[in-house]
Every structure is written in C-alpha cells, then in structure tokens.
C-alpha cells in the first residue's frame, strides 16, 4: 500500500482576530461554529415594574447593569438599545402636557481608555466655530461613539457633530494624462483611423473601413469605483467613449460605455475596475466612407474615495491644521470626566398630550458606545418635567446589548 498524506485540517473552535489570507476557502468549511462569540456576542437584561416618583426637575435611576467585557478581549463595537411599556398617572382630570427624558449613563472607570480613530484632514472651515476634517473609510465611524468627545491621545477634547460616511462624493486625482489635449495627441496611442489634436481639442478620424479608436491605459484598483466624464464635440459621425479591460473594441471586454452620442455635449459615467489595468478607448461609431470623425474633449477619470466626514469643533484652537497635515484623532468616551461618575452618553426626550388620571406609554432609546472591549457599567436614568405629584410607572424594561466586530 502506497503512502498517503492527509490534507492538514483545523479542528474545533476557530477564532481569527485579524485578517485571514488563503487562496482557496469552501463554504462547506465555514460555519456558524467556527465564529461563535468572537464575531458577535448579545446580551439581555429586565427589570421588574418601577415606580418612579420624584420632585419637579429630578431624575431616577430607572436600572443599573453591566455590560460584559468581551469575549478574547477582542476590540468591537458595543451597542445598547431598550424598550419599555409604562403608564403615567396626572392625578387630575384636566389634560395636560408631559415631557420625560431619559438617559444612558456609563461610569468612568479608574483607567479610562481612548481609541485611536485615524488621522484626520481638514477639508473646510464651517460656521459655528466648526471645521469640517475626514477620515479615509468608514472604519472611523465605527470607532466614534454617541457620546464623549474627539481630541489627541493624551486630550485636547472636543466636541463633534454631523458624522457620516461618504463612499462618492469625494474623489481622487484625476487619471487621464492630457485629457484635455492641450499636448496634442500625446498619450493617446491610436489604435486604427488617424488623429488629430490642434487648438486643444482632439479629432479622430475612421479608417477605410470599420470604426476609428484611440486609447490611454490607466492603473487601476479591483474593486473600486471610479467616474468617467468628457465632452463629445463637432463631427459627422457618433463618437464613443468605453472603459475596457484591453486595448480594443471587442465588447466582452468593455466594462462600460457612454453609448453612441451624435450630438455635442457633456457625458458622465461610472465603472467599477475589474482589473489593475484599464482602458479608456475613444471610438467612433462606424463609417459610411473614410474619414468621417468626432471630436472628444476635457476627458477626466477619478476613483471615488471612501471618507468619513465630521464637523470637529474649533473652540479652544482647532486641532486639525488647515495646511492639509494630517493629524491622528482619538476618540475619548469619557472627555476626561472623574473616575467613578457618570458620564452621559445619550439623551431622549418626549413630550405627549396627557388625558386625565392615566396614559399608557412606550418608550425605546439607542445608543452607539464606542469600539473598546472592557466591563462599562450602565445605568438608565429619568425624569419628569411636569408638575409636582405626577408619577411614572416602567413596565417590563428591555435592555439588549450588542458587542460586534466592525473592521
């Protein structure tokens, strides 16, 4: 009997915290199994009916509980939202307004912790003593909780607002070499037809027979999304612009295409790179007769970038320099606060038309902590801003935690 080698397998649990890289990877061979825990973990936590009654303007620890640490100690975002059913007694049969706010709350601990968020750019200047930075992705917004502030590594903290992520709007250099052919036909290798370049603007012409084509190869990323524009100007024949993966007009390797456009005027549209390599390729459509042709002008291609956006407060001196040097930020739950308070996380508030003596109610309340793996102590905390004597009752209060890998 020959020797045989088995293939090597991994059994048991399998716990990845960073990138796994592998040229081939079935599906059969990955289950729910091999990520429980580390991926996501859930938590719930009740509370028995509590009667909330206190003074004008005083708030009540509604509950107090702890949200695990997480499980390797492994970095994730941590969520928090509850709900709970209650009913409000006036004690008066006159209508009247009721206004309740509610508060998550998360104690500072002894150490506290601040999470490296990226290095930030200044974009513009806002009003309200605001500028506007980014970060490059949407990872930065995973790492920015609802509450705390935004400063350096050892404080300077400040205040944001407006956070977003934007994968379009912004966009990169532009990867057309002389698309405006203000160099002539440089950088344009012509592929069948004649071309022209003079007063900066480019003319191609078609061959005795079939379509006339020029092209520019362009380095590209798999995967990204880039956007193509230009002007299609004079002529006597269609012109084409087309992305492809090779120098020709074969169209199982054109990715996108402008179509065939006879008038003069601006053309725009998008493509996802398939390859390290593209091609813009300008085309005309077709001949009757040799040298029929169409103009092109002003060709742009730019990748669109993936940022996350946010107004960072300027007050007490802005952080990020306006020169464009960028800068690391992190993300301080706490802003610096004592060890051992309570530091706001989130606020809700409602108010609603009260009938007389007693309404049913329902509330729910979220909240985004932050990206960081230690116990936070929680507490939920209430009050009433109406008149004296008018109590609140919460029902069945419940509290879901969530702690989920985000990268």
Not at 151 to 171: C, E, H, S, V
Not at 326 to 332: A, I, K, M, Q, V
């Amino acid at each position: 009997m020959s020797w045989v080698q088995k293939p090597k397998t991994v059994s048991g649990k399998f716990i990845v915290d960073g990138t796994l890289e592998a040229k081939h990877i079935k599906a059969t061979t990955i289950t729910a199994d091999k990520f429980s825990g580390s991926v996501e973990e859930e938590y719930w936590a009740y509370t028995d009916a509590v009667d909330v009654s206190w003074g004008y303007s005083g708030f009540h620890t509604v509950h107090t509980f702890t949200f695990p640490k997480t499980e390797l100690g492994i970095f994730k975002g941590r969520h928090i939202n509850w709900s709970a059913e209650g009913y409000h007694s006036t004690a008066s049969s006159s209508r009247s307004d009721g206004t309740f706010e509610f508060r998550i709350e998360v104690e500072v601990p002894s150490v506290q912790t601040a999470t490296n968020i990226g290095n930030a750019t200044h974009l513009s200047s806002a009003s309200g003593d605001y500028q506007v930075v980014s970060f490059e992705g949407n990872l930065a917004s995973n790492r920015i909780g609802s509450g705390g502030s935004i400063g350096t590594q050892g404080g300077n903290y400040r205040t944001y607002k407006n956070l977003y992520y934007d994968p379009r709007t912004y966009q990169g250099s532009d990867l057309v070499t002389n698309g405006n052919f203000n160099s002539g036909t440089a950088n344009w290798t012509l592929g069948a037809g004649t071309h022209s370049s003079g007063y900066g603007a480019y003319s191609l012409a078609t061959p005795s027979s079939g379509q006339g084509f020029s092209y520019q190869a362009l380095t590209t990323v798999v995967g990204e999304v880039y956007q193509v524009s230009g002007n299609i100007t004079g002529g006597n024949i269609a012109g084409i612009i087309r992305i492809s993966t090779a120098a020709d007009l074969v169209e199982n390797t054109t990715i996108a295409t402008s179509g065939a456009i006879n008038a003069v005027q601006a053309t725009s549209f998008e493509f996802t790179a398939t390859s390290t390599t593209t091609y813009i390729i300008l085309a005309t459509s077709g001949a009757t007769s040799q040298g029929q042709y169409r103009g092109f002008d002003n060709l742009v291609v730019k990748q669109y970038l993936r940022k996350t956006i946010i107004l960072l407060s300027t007050t007490g001196g802005a952080i990020v320099p306006s020169d464009g040097t960028p800068t690391s930020l992190w993300y301080h739950p706490y802003s610096g606060a004592s060890a051992g308070t309570y530091a706001v996380v989130d606020t809700m508030k409602q108010t609603l038309r009260m009938r007389s003596y007693v309404n049913y109610l329902r509330f729910t309340q979220e909240s985004y902590i932050g990206w960081f793996n230690d116990d936070i102590k929680i507490r939920i905390r209430c009050m009433n801003t109406g008149a004296f004597g008018k109590t609140l009752t919460i029902n069945d209060m419940k509290i879901f935690m969530q702690s989920r890998i985000v990268e």
